[in-house]
Every structure is written in C-alpha cells, then in structure tokens.
C-alpha cells in the first residue's frame, strides 16, 4: 500500500491531469489508499483532485479520510456538494465521522437514510463510541434455529458481505443460539435440521464490552468475526476482523502521537496556525517541568558564581527544542509508515514545518525572555534566552523532518533511533546558541 500511494502523491503533484486521468490513477486503489493520497497534498492541490473525482467515490474516500482533513475539506465545499456528497450514506458511515461534523448535517445524513439505516444508527448511540456496540457490522445471515438445511441453502444464494462463513441462528425471541457454517450446510443433507450443525460453543462479545479489548478478542480467536449480543442475549450484530484490525491500528497510532502531544486525526497539512496552537499548548506544559528543572539547578547559585544565570536556564532551552522536534518528528515517522512522504511534498511539509517552528519559536521566546528578565532581572538575559530559543525550535523543526527521512534512505528504522539523534542535536544547538550568545552579550 505504501508504493501505491507514494507513487500516487507523485503523479498527482507533478503531471497536469484530466479528470479522465485522475480517476484511472485511482481505480485499482481502495478509498484508504486514496484518502492518505488526498491528506498528502497541500490543501488547495487537495480540492482540485477531489473536484475531479467521481461522484460515487466520493463517500468512500470522504470516510476515510482523518478528522482534521475532514473538517478541512467541509469548510471548503459547497452545502450543494456537501448534500450529494451525503445522500447515499448509511449508518455505519455516519458513525465513523458524525463527531467531526456540524449536528446540521448529521441532520441531513440521517434524513436521507432509510428507516432500517435510522434504527441501525440509534442503536448504536445507546453505546459510548468506547463500547464495541457503537461499531458493530448489520449486513449478516441471521436464520431461524428450526430452518432445514434446504432453507439455509437459499440464504447463500444472496449477496455476502466480507468477513462471512456463518449463518447466526435465533430463537423466536431473537436470542443468539448459535452459529453453523457454510461449509457445515453445503456438505449435509437438504432435508436436516440446521440445529444439528449448530456450534453452540461458538464464541460471542458482549455489546458493552470495550472495543479495545473486542478488537484483541477477535484478533486472538480463530474466527474473522463475532457475534454481539445485548445483556438479554439478542443478537444485535457482529465484529469483524477487518473493523478490529483498524480499530487496533488506530488506538496503536494514537498512542505515538500522544507521546508528542499530539492527535490520531491531525492532517499532515493542517493550517500553520492551527498547528502551531496545538503543539503550543503541549510546548506551554513542558515549559513548565522545565523551568522547575531550572529552579533546582539554581539551588547550586553560590557554587556557579557569575555564571549562574546562565547554567540555571540552559535545561530551558534544551527542553523546548526536544519537544519541539519531537512532535515534528512523531508527524513525520507516521507519514513515512502511511507512504505519505514522497520527493514531491517534502518540501512543501518542510516549508510548514519551519513556518510553524518559527511561529511557536517567536511566541515561546518572547514568554520565557519575560520570565527570565524578571526573574534574573537582567533584560540582556531576556534577549539572550529568547533568541536562542528561536533558535533552538526553528532547527528542531528542521531536524524533526530531515533526520527521520534520511533514516528512512539510509534504511534505518526512524521511529526507533530518530528521537535519539533528534536529541542530540536539539540538546547540542540549545547549549552553543544560548551559552555563545551569552559569551558575546553577557561577559
């Protein structure tokens, strides 16, 4: 997939493209492949590509697409575009991106459902968006228990959705009973009851149960999905390991970035300024850690003479940058995984990420030059912290995308040994940057 979409991100940045073109580009692909091409692609690039996609596709890959690229991309389109866009929608799409859309068009999402489609995303909002029965699958074979084998038959002459080899069995009351396959039915006689085949022992998840922990459940059975049941044994669905692997892949995801203070759904080209207050924040929290950092060095004032200032402020400015670059570096290893860095868009994402290492870089120097002058009350001090700490972000920021993709060239795994590096530079360029323009301005 990584290739795929790679080469894609090229194509669609480099070659002027019919519509005619774009569309046979992407018709092998599936609408994830297409919708981590689109979040490739710096915004106005994006819309002309999805102006030129096929009206039936466009759901598809709409779904796909991360929160932010989303919420991007809504902002951008006409409430024309957006009403075909979500005529044909069904529940299990709305669930996946009703929390990053306006309650006006959920409105008109549900409107245009079907009454089956409306129950199906009602029920679903009974569970919290944390419980398996917010995300289960309704396109399945439910028989009765007491059908004959001739008349399961029949049912394996419809249109089978993924993930399918059972047909779940139910009382009169619609209580789960069991399961049989199809391989059961196929090889047994027409005239036999189907509970005679029926596996009673057959796995379940409870609807309430964590989708997590149902994701892991599925994953380690033998099975590529499971039935789920209500507190009263009624079956309400299933869970697939298709739907588990992605819920796994995203919860796997969205720790790294939280490591680095960051969001699962953040795009690769979200506005500077959006992007820029985000790791803000994170970077405003470590500030403080690092300044009570500081405080603990400055117990050892009477031993560092003249200098003082100067040593009690250093972990300051280390610790900016290795945060700074950190969260940069966190974005790019993910985009490398996804295929999402090519030739074509490093740039672009460079010039983004100096733009937004520049911002904070200003915003945090002047913070923290105002804490400093007051605290040493030396206004020199403020200027000299303050510059290195522009300084020290903005080569973060720089570091932060060229190491990772340099590790990548040189086939060394950069989620593993960037940070180390990254580190060491911030570390290297903080100290010099600050301890030199102290040298020159302060002794």
């Known amino acids: 997939m990584q290739n795929n979409i790679a080469e894609l991100v090229d194509t669609l940045i480099e070659e002027d493209l019919s519509k005619k073109d774009i569309n046979r580009a992407i018709s092998d692909l599936e609408p994830e ?66 929390d990053t859309l306006p309650d006006k068009l959920v409105d008109i999402a549900l409107k245009r459902m079907s009454k089956k489609q409306q129950e199906y995303y009602q029920q679903a909002n009974t569970y919290g968006d944390e419980e398996v029965g917010h995300w289960i699958d309704h396109d399945i074979l439910v028989a009765s228990q007491s059908i004959k084998v001739s008349e399961a038959l029949r049912l394996l002459k419809k249109e089978i959705s993924e993930y399918s080899d059972v047909i779940y069995l ?56 499971l039935p789920v049941l209500d507190e009263n044994q009624i079956l309400l ?90 969260q940069t570096l966190t974005l790019i290893v993910r985009g490398l995984a996804l295929g999402q860095i090519t030739r074509s868009n490093l740039f672009s994402l460079l010039d983004k990420e100096l733009r937004i290492g520049g911002l904070n870089g200003i915003v945090w120097a002047i913070v923290i030059g105002v804490i400093s002058a007051w605290w040493f009350d030396s206004f020199a001090l403020g200027i000299v912290i303050g510059l290195a700490i522009i300084v020290n972000i903005t080569i973060a920021a720089l570091s932060g995308v060229l190491i990772p993709v340099l590790l990548d060239k040189l086939n060394l795994d950069p989620a593993l040994s960037g940070s180390v590096i990254l580190t060491t530079v911030t570390d290297i360029v903080g100290f010099v940057a600050f301890l030199g323009l102290g040298t020159l301005l302060l002794i």
């Not at 929160?67 to 044909?88: C, P, T, V």
């Not at 922990?213 to 999905?225: F, G, L």
């Not at 959006?274 to 500081?294: D, E, I, K, Y």
């Open 170 to 225: 139910v009382n009169r009351t619609g209580r789960w009973t069991g399961c049989v396959k199809f391989h059961s039915l196929i090889a047994a006689q027409p005239h036999i009851n189907v509970s005679e085949l029926m596996e009673e022992d057959y796995p379940s998840l409870t609807a309430s149960t964590d989708v997590v922990q149902s994701a892991e459940t599925v994953e380690r059975s033998s099975h590529i999905a």
């Open 33 to 98: 492949e297409v919708a981590l091409a689109l979040e490739s692609l710096p915004l106005d690039q994006r819309m002309q590509v999805w102006e030129t996609i096929e009206e039936d596709d466009r759901l598809d890959i709409f779904v796909e697409l991360r929160g932010e690229a989303r919420k991007l991309m809504l902002r951008e389109l006409s409430e024309n575009h957006i009403e075909l866009l979500f005529k044909d929608m069904e529940a299990d799409d709305l669930l996946e991106i009703d």
């Open 237 to 326: 669905g299933r869970f697939d390991i298709g739907s588990a692997m992605e819920i796994l892949r995203e919860t796997y995801e969205g720790q790294l970035m939280s490591t680095a203070g960051l969001n699962e759904e953040s795009d690769l080209f979200a506005p500077v300024k959006r992007s820029a207050r985000t790791r803000g924040m994170w970077l405003g929290l470590n500030l403080l850690t690092a300044f009570l950092a500081s405080a603990f060095i400055g117990i050892f004032e009477a031993t560092l003479q003249q200098v003082v200032a100067l040593a009690v402020l250093m972990p300051v400015v280390a610790s900016m940058g290795g945060i700074a670059g950190s």
